[in-house]
């Protein structure tokens, strides 16, 4: 029975790491352009396409090639900024969630044109570690760890490097970090590629896990907006909290109830916590 | 305001359409027609909360889902006929959206899209476990439920007439609304809610209403199309890509006025057909839809008939 | 008396915007309120018009106690406002803006009458041309005007001006001035919150001053400009001050 409870927890936290990195993304770019982007699904399948091909054809290992995907999403998030969304930047919301809504569908239309629906996975087999009777896969434990490396780099880039802190003060506000010198519009430029390039990191990790289709991103784009209300918009940690709150929930309740009720418990969490607090549970504001 | 002309020619333009098919009896004219109905009143309504009074709803399917389930389970299970059980579909739409309204209307912006969008994948986690209303797998219909309506293909006809004078209504309600001065209220609420309160609007009051009655109608289309369909299922009632279509048909015609979600939903249904059908495209239509999306919110964001209507006065009071 | 405020008190986290604020508006009069940049002037309209709750304190209209009621029913009840920030309804043409005073005010006109009263409005603060223009087109005095449109629309007993003239060059002042005169020769209170010294002193009946959200004077516009504390806050120096208020009131 302990070890039962044992293994949810210790599973539930790795899952939850890598749930919370998924969300970094989506979390960054939301607190600092304001903008939900719908893509963030996408984007996410996306990495776990690359981190396949990486492996199938560069023979490159995924906990390295999830670098180079890294810095793939930067490029591609910022230039996906500069085409569908820089024009409508100040624009009412619905602008810019259907600029990104239009931006998944390409993405996912061209990924179902090419790469078809068909499940694939990355053939990887690293064992795996047992923890006090949980026998847990070294994958899911590399993923975990990765993830909160992830984590703390986007934590150091924005606290500690200029352009992190010039992200962090179009953030707070547009027009006087412009007046400060700030170029606002590489700032929000570069928090869409890093937001973006974060979600496609996630995706090149998940994919070691499980088995995946261009369609796969979209379960992991809506916990993150679960993880986002849960830890609050603009911290990289209430990002990570949150994902380990959510991997939890859905290791530790399945326990007791049937799987099918988690992600209504999920959502039911998202709209509550939103009519309570919208700026987040763990959000100081 | 004024009186304006838009219903004068919209409406008998829309019964031409109707008649085709019932004159020729042709059922792929039938078929074509009733999902341009199904569109048409799906954008219109949505027109209602979205274009009038500025709240995005990204989660709207819930509604049709919602009232098409209601529907189903009281055709099924108390052999209640399509029109009286699909009145209660809308109704049952309705309530859910005001009592909704009450909580995630106070959210503004982005917040409450999310919320939306919650709500609809709560919904539909929570009806796949719902064994009474058949879970995961959903309804069917035994086939004998159309003998009151002599015979699977009359009851057909019958759905698609009963589509259009739902068509009809929603366009004349909608149409009603705006030219109201609930209308009005709601047009305030979209310009600057916290003038309009100022102004004297009871916008929380207003809110909940604008919800309900563009939830009201999909509830109904939800009533029918499943019922025609002959089954239900939760992952189809509570498909989210068919509430962005709905958004997309708004944007396309124009936020805001009745011809333009009208407009929008036409064109939309042709431009699916068209990528669908045609052998270059077929594979890739979804993604020329989202270029086709973005070139519209980028370029045109006040949709066709909103470009049409700026050019001129007369224009303005024909296209409403 | 249609209007009494009693110990109205209001913080912002630890800001105090308001503290005891006592006064009242006799029916018919003009009400000038004065005080320097952050002395709560708007956040002072902004607890008669609901837009958030008072900490403490009592406001009452027409002997009704309003403290807790929202904006939108204190708008029926006969409170009108103008906005120091305007507020068009940008997508809308003028004379729906017009309309929804009309519409949801103190008068709840039917939509008929809405249109016809915003017409005989419009033409009263001059802005009867522009009615089909959509009102975010308009410039910065005409949208100052519109505010004042939207609020005489809904038929207030009471209407809040909240630096109306500000913005606005010596012709469109005084033209301004004379609409503030023909609203009160319609039997409408008005309580309005001005800059422009001389321009409040010649139309107000009686001024109040508020300093850091607290009242330190109230009385006829010569006795609260000549109240040391008053010119005090205004301008460092009280001798200066002095002197430029009274050339001021010399020259206009």
Same mark, same amino acid.
């Given at each position: 029975?302990?070890?039962?409870?044992?293994?949810?927890?210790?599973?539930?936290?790795?899952?939850?790491?890598?749930?919370?990195?998924?969300?970094?993304?989506?979390?960054?770019?939301?607190?600092?352009?304001?903008?939900?982007?719908?893509?963030?699904?996408?984007?996410?399948?996306?990495?776990?396409?690359?981190?396949?091909?990486?492996?199938?054809?560069?023979? +490159?290992?995924?906990?390295? *090639?999830?670098?180079?995907? /890294? @810095? =793939?999403?930067?490029?591609?998030?910022?230039? !996906?900024? $500069?085409?569908?969304?820089?024009?409508?930047?100040?624009?009412?919301?619905?602008?810019?969630?259907?600029?990104?809504?239009?931006?998944?569908?390409?993405?996912?239309?061209?990924?179902?044109?090419?790469?078809?629906?068909?499940?694939?996975?990355?053939?990887?087999?690293?064992?795996?570690?047992?923890?006090?009777?949980?026998?847990?896969?070294?994958?899911?434990?590399?993923?975990?760890?990765?993830?909160?490396?992830?984590?703390?780099?986007?934590?150091?880039?924005?606290?500690?490097?200029?352009?992190?802190?010039?992200?962090?003060?179009?953030?707070?506000?547009?027009?006087?970090?412009?007046?400060?010198?700030?170029?606002?519009?590489?700032? +929000?430029?570069?928090?869409? *590629?890093?937001?973006?390039? /974060? @979600? =496609?990191?996630?995706?090149?990790?998940?994919? !070691?896990? $499980?088995?995946?289709?261009?369609?796969?991103?979209?379960?992991?784009?809506?916990?993150?907006?679960?993880?986002?209300?849960?830890?609050?918009?603009?911290?990289?940690?209430?990002?990570?909290?949150?994902?380990?709150?959510?991997?939890?929930?859905?290791?530790?309740?399945?326990?007791?109830?049937?799987?099918?009720?988690?992600?209504?418990?999920?959502?039911?969490?998202?709209?509550?916590?939103?009519?309570?607090?919208?700026?987040?549970?763990?959000?100081?504001? | 305001?004024?009186?304006?002309?838009?219903?004068?020619?919209?409406?008998?333009?829309?019964?031409?359409?109707?008649?085709?098919?019932?004159?020729?009896?042709?059922?792929?004219?039938?078929?074509?027609?009733?999902?341009?109905?199904?569109?048409?009143?799906?954008?219109?309504?949505?027109?209602?909360?979205?274009?009038?009074?500025?709240?995005?709803?990204?989660?709207?399917?819930?509604?049709?889902?919602?009232?098409?389930?209601?529907?189903?389970?009281?055709?099924?299970?108390?052999?209640?006929?399509?029109?009286?059980?699909?009145?209660?579909?809308?109704?049952?739409?309705?309530?859910?959206?005001?009592?909704?309204?009450?909580?995630?209307?106070?959210?503004?912006?982005?917040?409450?899209?999310?919320?939306?969008?919650?709500?609809?994948?709560?919904?539909?986690?929570?009806?796949?476990?719902?064994?009474?209303?058949?879970?995961?797998?959903?309804?069917?219909?035994?086939?004998?439920?159309?003998?009151?309506?002599?015979?699977?293909?009359?009851?057909?006809?019958?759905?698609?007439?009963?589509?259009?004078?739902?068509?009809?209504?929603?366009?004349?309600?909608?149409?009603?609304?705006?030219?109201?001065?609930?209308?009005?209220?709601?047009?305030?609420?979209?310009?600057?809610?916290?003038?309009?309160?100022?102004?004297?609007?009871?916008?929380?009051?207003?809110?909940?209403?604008?919800?309900?009655?563009?939830?009201?109608?999909?509830?109904?289309?939800?009533?029918?199309?499943?019922?025609?369909?002959?089954?239900?299922?939760?992952?189809?009632?509570?498909?989210?890509?068919?509430?962005?279509?709905?958004?997309?048909?708004?944007?396309?015609?124009?936020?805001?006025?009745?011809?333009?979600?009208?407009?929008?939903?036409?064109?939309?249904?042709?431009?699916?057909?068209?990528?669908?059908?045609?052998?270059?495209?077929?594979?890739?239509?979804?993604?020329?839809?989202?270029?086709?999306?973005?070139?519209?919110?980028?370029?045109?964001?006040?949709?066709?008939?909103?470009?049409?209507?700026?050019?001129?006065?007369?224009?303005?009071?024909?296209?409403? | 008396?249609?209007?009494?405020?009693?110990?109205?008190?209001?913080?912002?986290?630890?800001?105090?915007?308001?503290?005891?604020?006592?006064?009242?508006?006799?029916?018919?009069?003009?009400?000038?309120?004065?005080?320097?940049?952050?002395?709560?002037?708007?956040?002072?309209?902004?607890?008669?018009?609901?837009?958030?709750?008072?900490?403490?304190?009592?406001?009452?209209?027409?002997?009704?106690?309003?403290?807790?009621?929202?904006?939108?029913?204190?708008?029926?009840?006969?409170?009108?406002?103008?906005?120091?920030?305007?507020?068009?309804?940008?997508?809308?043409?003028?004379?729906?803006?017009?309309?929804?005073?009309?519409?949801?005010?103190?008068?709840?006109?039917?939509?008929?009458?809405?249109?016809?009263?915003?017409?005989?409005?419009?033409?009263?603060?001059?802005?009867?041309?522009?009615?089909?223009?959509?009102?975010?087109?308009?410039?910065?005095?005409?949208?100052?005007?519109?505010?004042?449109?939207?609020?005489?629309?809904?038929?207030?007993?009471?209407?809040?001006?909240?630096?109306?003239?500000?913005?606005?060059?010596?012709?469109?002042?005084?033209?301004?001035?004379?609409?503030?005169?023909?609203?009160?020769?319609?039997?409408?209170?008005?309580?309005?919150?001005?800059?422009?010294?001389?321009?409040?002193?010649?139309?107000?009946?009686?001024?109040?001053?508020?300093?850091?959200?607290?009242?330190?004077?109230?009385?006829?516009?010569?006795?609260?400009?000549?109240?040391?504390?008053?010119?005090?806050?205004?301008?460092?120096?009280?001798?200066?001050?002095?002197?430029?208020?009274?050339?001021?009131?010399?020259?206009?």
């Amino acid at each position: 029975m302990l070890s039962a409870w044992l293994g949810a927890v210790l599973s539930g936290i790795l899952l939850g790491l890598l749930y919370g990195l998924a969300a970094i993304g989506l979390n960054l770019i939301w607190g600092v352009m304001n903008v939900i982007n719908l893509s963030h699904g996408a984007f996410i399948a996306l990495g776990m396409f690359s981190s396949y091909f990486m492996a199938k054809y560069l023979h +490159l290992s995924p906990f390295i *090639g999830v670098f180079l995907v /890294l @810095a =793939m999403g930067v490029i591609l998030g910022m230039v !996906t900024y $500069f085409v569908s969304l820089h024009k409508i930047i100040s624009a009412p919301e619905l602008s810019t969630l259907l600029a990104t809504y239009s931006v998944s569908l390409v993405i996912i239309g061209l990924g179902t044109f090419i790469f078809t629906t068909n499940p694939r996975a990355i053939d990887i087999a690293l064992g795996s570690v047992s923890v006090g009777g949980t026998v847990l896969p070294t994958t899911r434990i590399l993923t975990g760890i990765f993830s909160v490396i992830f984590t703390l780099w986007l934590y150091y880039f924005l606290y500690k490097t200029w352009s992190g802190k010039a992200i962090r003060a179009v953030s707070m506000n547009r027009d006087a970090a412009e007046l400060m010198g700030v170029n606002t519009t590489m700032a +929000l430029a570069l928090a869409f *590629g890093i937001g973006v390039a /974060l @979600a =496609m990191t996630a995706g090149a990790l998940a994919a !070691t896990i $499980f088995p995946f289709t261009i369609l796969s991103g979209g379960g992991y784009e809506l916990k993150s907006f679960v993880i986002c209300v849960l830890g609050g918009l603009g911290s990289p940690l209430g990002a990570l909290l949150g994902g380990l709150i959510l991997g939890l929930i859905e290791n530790l309740v399945t326990l007791k109830i049937a799987t099918s009720y988690v992600p209504f418990l999920e959502f039911a969490i998202l709209v509550f916590i939103l009519i309570v607090k919208p700026t987040g549970l763990l959000a100081r504001r | 305001m004024g009186k304006g002309k838009t219903l004068f020619w919209l409406i008998p333009l829309l019964l031409v359409i109707v008649a085709i098919p019932g004159v020729s009896g042709s059922v792929t004219a039938r078929e074509g027609v009733f999902l341009i109905l199904m569109y048409v009143t799906l954008a219109v309504s949505l027109n209602i909360i979205l274009g009038y009074t500025g709240y995005v709803s990204f989660g709207h399917i819930v509604f049709y889902g919602i009232g098409g389930y209601v529907a189903f389970y009281l055709m099924i299970f108390h052999g209640v006929h399509l029109i009286p059980a699909m009145i209660a579909g809308g109704i049952g739409a309705a309530l859910a959206a005001f009592a909704l309204g009450e909580a995630v209307l106070r959210l503004r912006g982005a917040f409450f899209a999310i919320a939306t969008i919650g709500v609809n994948e709560a919904v539909k986690a929570l009806v796949n476990n719902l064994n009474f209303i058949g879970g995961a797998e959903g309804l069917f219909f035994n086939f004998s439920i159309y003998k009151t309506y002599g015979g699977a293909a009359r009851a057909i006809w019958f759905s698609y007439y009963t589509m259009a004078t739902v068509t009809v209504v929603t366009i004349v309600a909608a149409y009603l609304i705006k030219k109201s001065k609930f209308g009005l209220g709601l047009m305030a609420i979209r310009e600057d809610e916290d003038a309009a309160i100022i102004l004297g609007v009871n916008a929380k009051r207003y809110k909940s209403l604008a919800y309900a009655a563009s939830a009201f109608f999909p509830g109904m289309v939800g009533a029918v199309f499943f019922f025609k369909a002959g089954n239900i299922e939760p992952h189809d009632a509570f498909h989210l890509m068919k509430s962005i279509e709905m958004i997309f048909m708004v944007m396309l015609g124009g936020y805001g006025n009745v011809t333009g979600a009208v407009t929008g939903a036409l064109v939309y249904e042709r431009l699916k057909g068209f990528l669908l059908v045609n052998p270059l495209f077929k594979n890739l239509h979804m993604a020329i839809s989202g270029v086709i999306l973005l070139l519209i919110v980028l370029f045109m964001p006040q949709g066709i008939i909103g470009f049409i209507r700026d050019k001129s006065k007369k224009l303005r009071e024909l296209l409403e | 008396m249609i209007l009494q405020v009693e110990d109205v008190t209001k913080t912002f986290g630890g800001l105090v915007a308001l503290s005891d604020v006592t006064f009242q508006v006799e029916e018919g009069e003009i009400l000038g309120i004065i005080g320097p940049n952050g002395a709560g002037k708007t956040t002072l309209f902004n607890a008669i018009s609901g837009v958030f709750k008072i900490d403490k304190g009592k406001v009452t209209f027409k002997g009704k106690e309003i403290t807790r009621l929202p904006p939108n029913q204190r708008a029926r009840l006969g409170i009108a406002r103008t906005h120091q920030i305007v507020k068009p309804l940008n997508d809308l043409t003028v004379v729906e803006n017009v309309m929804v005073g009309a519409c949801f005010g103190q008068g709840n006109a039917s939509l008929a009458e809405a249109r016809d009263k915003a017409m005989e409005v419009l033409e009263f603060v001059g802005l009867q041309e522009k009615w089909e223009v959509l009102a975010g087109k308009l410039n910065v005095p005409e949208k100052k005007r519109l505010e004042m449109a939207r609020a005489l629309a809904s038929d207030p007993h009471l209407i809040l001006l909240d630096e109306v003239l500000a913005g606005l060059n010596p012709m469109e002042v005084s033209s301004m001035l004379e609409v503030i005169k023909a609203i009160r020769e319609k039997g409408i209170t008005i309580l309005m919150i001005e800059h422009l010294m001389h321009a409040i002193m010649n139309v107000s009946d009686r001024v109040m001053a508020l300093v850091y959200g607290r009242k330190v004077s109230e009385g006829p516009p010569q006795e609260v400009a000549n109240n040391p504390q008053v010119v005090e806050a205004y301008l460092g120096d009280p001798d200066l001050a002095l002197k430029l208020f009274k050339d001021k009131r010399r020259r206009g």
